[in-house]
């Protein structure tokens, strides 16, 4: 299994948010008629397809997930650059554990270089990072990492980039749950002034505050399911479904997501007459 699985292989101001005349639509958006004006402006991905990619290549999974990898930076830069808001990933759920050991830990492991590896460049260009999902079950080093990058680039608000990691939308609810319940149990609380309201505040994507519900939520490698992300959230999301794998998911695949979503009447139940 190891073998079949492992690879050949100062915080600084936000300077974007004190520039002067709003820049110019980057050359991409203009080409495809794409209106920056109504960009969604919380995206948000289920990165699927990795092993697909690597079997299809005769390469080991660990391969896809490298080229996962650098299809997010991908990802992360073009959302920076167009001037979207949020992008929340879907990196590991809680139901990946029950994948094989070794590839847990890669997984985790290639999040926290990544992390690493990206952090200067975020905290230069305005990328807020947080991880969502449930801390207890990340290994020790890992949690380091994501107290490190969160405190560093606390201070940016062009792009928060939130990684869910140990993930899960049922998992999310019950946590901000059991939130209110210590509250009413202290007495801060009465069971009759929890809404919708409150317990969104309680979910982990309350972390980016009035953007925590996505606009647009993409899935590629084919399938169409939401496979436990963002139940609570994405009760009025637009979904794109994409048969790219996620390590093709490039520029091209991304703008077409875009201009899909820029077709879209969104309603949220009532009429627009
Ligand atoms: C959901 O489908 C997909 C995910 C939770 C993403 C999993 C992605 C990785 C483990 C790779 C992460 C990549 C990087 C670059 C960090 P599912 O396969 O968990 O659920 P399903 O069985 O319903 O399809």
């Known amino acids: 299994m190891l073998s079949r699985f492992l690879s050949v292989t100062a915080r600084l101001p936000d300077r974007s948010l004190h520039a002067g005349a709003a820049p ?27 092993g697909r990619w690597a079997q299809a290549r005769g390469l080991p999974t660990a391969e896809g997930h490298e080229a996962g990898g650098r299809a997010l930076e991908r990802t992360v830069r073009l959302s ?11 990196a590991f759920s809680q139901e990946n554990f029950g994948r094989p050991q070794v590839e847990v830990d890669y997984v985790m492991a290639l999040i926290q270089r990544m992390i690493r590896k990206n952090l200067d460049e975020y ?62 149990e202290g ?27 996505p606009d647009l939520v993409i899935r590629t490698s084919g399938e169409q399911r939401m496979s436990n992300f963002l ?11 994409t048969d790219a794998l996620w390590p093709d998911f490039d520029e091209d695949e991304y703008l077409r997501a875009l201009k899909s979503f820029q077709g879209r009447e969104r309603r949220f139940g009532t009429r627009n007459v």
């Open 24 to 50: 110019p639509p980057p050359h991409a958006l203009v080409k495809r008629g794409i209106r920056r004006e109504s960009l969604p402006r919380h995206v948000a991905v289920v990165m699927d397809g990795n």
């Open 80 to 90: 920076r650059d167009w001037g979207i808001r949020a992008l929340t990933v879907f």
């Open 123 to 184: 905290v230069r260009t305005g990328v807020r990072v947080h991880v969502i999902g449930d801390p207890s079950r990340r290994p020790a080093s890992l949690q380091g990492t994501v107290r490190e990058a969160e405190e560093m680039t606390g201070n940016n608000s062009r792009l928060h980039l939130a990684l869910a990691t140990c993930y899960g939308g049922r998992w999310d609810i019950v946590q901000a749950c059991r939130q209110l319940a210590r509250q009413v």
């Open 187 to 213: 007495g801060a609380l009465k069971p009759d002034d929890i809404d919708e309201s409150l317990l969104a505040g309680k979910l982990a994507t309350s972390v980016v505050g009035e953007l925590s519900c």
């Open 231 to 241: 139940m609570w959230q994405s009760a009025y999301s637009e979904l794109y479904f």
